[in-house]
C-alpha cells in the first residue's frame, strides 16, 4: 500500500521559514519523481515545485521562485520544501505528489494527504 505522509506545516509568522517532508512507503522511490502542489482556500489546487527520481533536475513554479527549494533523499525515501520569506497569500494545504519515472503534473499516481501552512501577517 502506498502512503505519502505530509509533515512539518503549521502556523508561521510573515518572513518566517517552514520545512515540509513527505514520507514515501509502498513504492520504489527512486522510481518516482515527486513534487509538491498547494490548495488555498476557495482557489484550485497549484502545482509549486517538482523534482526528477534522481534529484538532478528541479522546477519551480513562478511565484515560489528563490524562496522554496524542493530535495530529496532517496535512501530515506523523504522529499523536502524549505519554505522561506513566507507570505500570507502562501497560506494553503501543502500536498506531496509522486509518478512513476516523470515529473508529477496536475494528476499524478499517488497523492498525500495535505499538510496546512498557515502564514500570519
Known amino acids: 500500500q502506498v502512503q505519502l505522509v505530509e509533515s512539518g506545516g503549521g502556523l508561521v509568522q510573515a518572513g518566517g521559514s517552514l520545512r515540509l517532508s513527505c514520507q514515501a512507503s509502498?513504492?520504489?522511490?527512486?522510481?518516482?519523481?515527486m513534487g509538491w502542489f498547494r490548495q488555498a482556500p476557495g482557489k484550485e489546487r497549484e502545482f509549486v515545485a517538482a523534482?526528477?527520481?534522481?534529484?538532478?533536475?528541479?522546477y519551480y513554479a513562478d511565484f515560489v521562485k528563490g524562496r522554496f527549494t524542493i530535495s530529496r533523499a532517496n535512501a530515506r525515501n523523504t522529499m523536502y520544501l524549505q519554505m522561506i520569506s513566507l507570505n500570507v497569500e502562501d497560506t494553503a494545504v501543502y500536498y506531496c505528489a509522486a509518478t512513476q519515472y516523470s515529473v508529477p503534473t496536475n494528476n499524478p499516481d499517488y497523492w498525500g494527504q495535505g499538510t496546512q501552512v498557515t502564514v500570519s501577517s
Open positions: 523534482i526528477s527520481q534522481s534529484g538532478g533536475s528541479s
Open positions: 509502498g513504492l520504489p522511490f527512486s522510481h518516482y519523481g
